[in-house]
Structure formats: C-alpha cells, structure tokens
C-alpha cells in the first residue's frame, strides 16, 4: 500500500489477496481503477522517480510496468528469468519477485534493483532490460527488503535471516556496479517491516541520515544505527507491530506511522540530535480499527494525511 507520489494527489494504491492492484480516490471515496491478472502474490509496489510509471513485482516472477499518467495503461510484463536472464538456482521451486527498488543516476541511467526468492539482488538495466550486476553470496535466504538512499548513492538490502547488507553505488564508464561495505546481523527473530529514516534540509535536498527503522515480530519499535550497529528500542504498543511508514519534510523532524497487532497506529517524530534512547517520541495514538493494523502510510506531499488498513 502507498500514496500516489505526486503533490495535492490523494490516491491510494493497495495491493491485495485476491491478486488485484486498486487505485483509491480518497476525495471521493471509490475505487477508480483495479488492475487484474496477476497470476503470484503482489509483494511490492514502486514509482518511478518521475511518478508516471507504477512497477509492480509478484509472486509469479514477473514484474509489470503502468502508465500512471494514462489511468493505468500497462506498458509491458517482464520475466524476470526469460526476461531479464536473472538465473535460477533453484531446482525445485521457480524464481519469484520479493522486493523491488526504483534507482535513478544522472550519468548511466534507469535501474531497478530486484531482490528474489533464493536471496539474489539483480540491478537491471532498464534501457537494456538486462541484468548488469547480480548478488548472490547469501543463496537460500530470501531478500525481504531493499531500499536506497539517494544522497549516499547506498543500497540497502535485508534477508530473510535478519541480515543487513550495504552497498556502493559506484558509477563507472564501463556501466554501474554495487560494491558490498558492510553486512550485519540485526535480529534473531522475524523481521516484519523497515524504513529508511530519510531527513531534508530546509532547502529541500537529503541530508545524511545514518538510521534505518524497524519491526522484528514484538512490540518493541528498533532504531538501528547503520553506521555503528547500535540499536534503540522503543515501547508504546501493547501488542506486535506490523507496519511502519515515514516521511520527511524540508527543514521539520522526521514523522513515523505504525500500526499494530493491537488495532492501534501511533505516530512518532525522529530527531537525530537528541541523546540516545531519546530520538524517537510518540506524539499521537489513533484508535478505531477493530482488527490488526496490517498497513499504514503517509500522503506523500501532505503528511497531515495518512491512511491505514486493518
């Protein structure tokens, strides 16, 4: 689930069990658009940087493309296996799409970082369609998450055994390459969700950020310091947490949504300043659902707007 990423937009885009994408118009309250055919799970959903192309990754290895500005239109289907030659290494079982993550360069171009069922992540060329660079050191361990951060030109990439891997963006003549920097463990139990914690300066461009938060299956929310390997613990549900969002406006701390096991979402702000243990308040509690909180997200451009799902 997220926001349409475009100013005065409130247009909700949910992916669901029954295989459907839907397209929400939250002025209206109706569904304005349902995309159908997906033959596997969704497990993520990615925009371009320019807004106008939806990417959507499934269970059934494939990875769809839409013209947003054009009510949805799809522009392509791609194998990520006959397509894009990631290779399977998996004799019993085919390739799926687990996580998905949309990299622009100015120099070298369009990529998309691809994390798989059998723990690769694959950077596509998307002018070529083609794999240009593939990880696969931690084989048989599924990549749950990748995320990157722009200002650092890093990729972050989180496998099902609770391990946190960085990258390097190096950008070179010879086309782009990602330099491993640093692997860690993180937690011994499952990890559910994790956000980059991404701040703003007053004039708009990423500051350096070193945190990354997250939910590993309690009710404890985890600031981790992915410079050091620090981690905070944070307590305020009163039962798992499953979803987490963030959003970051230019000059402001960081806000923080999550949604719990409890039926409740709080609403958190980040301070990097603040000592340790203290970086992270919780600002608001929202009560209502009568059921677990399985997503929640910021409006992209107006973050007094946030939606989430029970």
Request: negative net charge; charged residues 25%.
């Amino acid at each position: 689930m997220q926001f349409y990423p475009v100013k005065d937009s409130l247009r909700l885009i949910t992916a669901g069990e029954d295989l459907c994408i839907r397209v929400w118009d939250l002025v209206i309250n109706k569904e304005v658009v349902c995309l159908r055919g997906f033959m596997g799970r969704i497990t993520s959903l990615a925009f371009s940087n320019d807004h106008k192309t939806l990417i959507v990754g499934a269970k059934d290895g494939r990875i769809s493309f839409y013209n947003a500005a054009d009510n949805y239109r799809q522009i392509a289907v791609m194998d990520v296996v006959k397509d894009m030659n990631i290779p399977n290494p998996l004799s019993d079982q085919d390739l799926e799409v687990n996580a998905l993550c949309y990299i622009t360069t100015t120099k070298q171009g369009l990529f998309l970082a691809v994390g798989t069922n059998a723990g690769q992540l694959a950077l596509v060329d998307l002018r070529t369609q083609k794999v240009c660079f593939l990880e696969a050191e931690f084989i048989a361990s599924e990549i749950v998450h990748i995320f990157y951060d722009e200002s650092e030109q890093r990729l972050f990439a989180v496998n099902q055994d609770q391990n946190l891997f960085t990258y390097e963006l190096k950008l070179k003549k010879s086309g782009v390459k990602l330099n491993k920097v640093a692997s860690k463990c993180l937690f011994l139990d499952e990890l559910i969700d994790i956000k980059f914690m991404k701040q703003l300066n007053s004039d708009g461009h990423a500051s350096e950020s070193k945190y990354a938060i997250m939910c590993s299956n309690s009710e404890t929310l985890k600031l981790y310091n992915m410079m050091t390997g620090d981690v905070e613990l944070y307590h305020g549900h009163d039962d798992i947490i499953l979803c987490i969002d963030t959003h970051a406006r230019p000059g402001e701390p960081t806000l923080v949504l999550t949604g719990a096991k409890d039926n409740t979402v709080r609403l958190w702000t980040f301070d990097p300043e603040r000592k340790f243990q203290h970086r992270l308040s919780c600002l608001a509690v929202f009560k209502g659902h009568t059921e677990n909180i399985s997503g929640v997200c910021f409006a992209p451009k107006k973050r007094e707007f946030f939606a989430s799902v029970g």
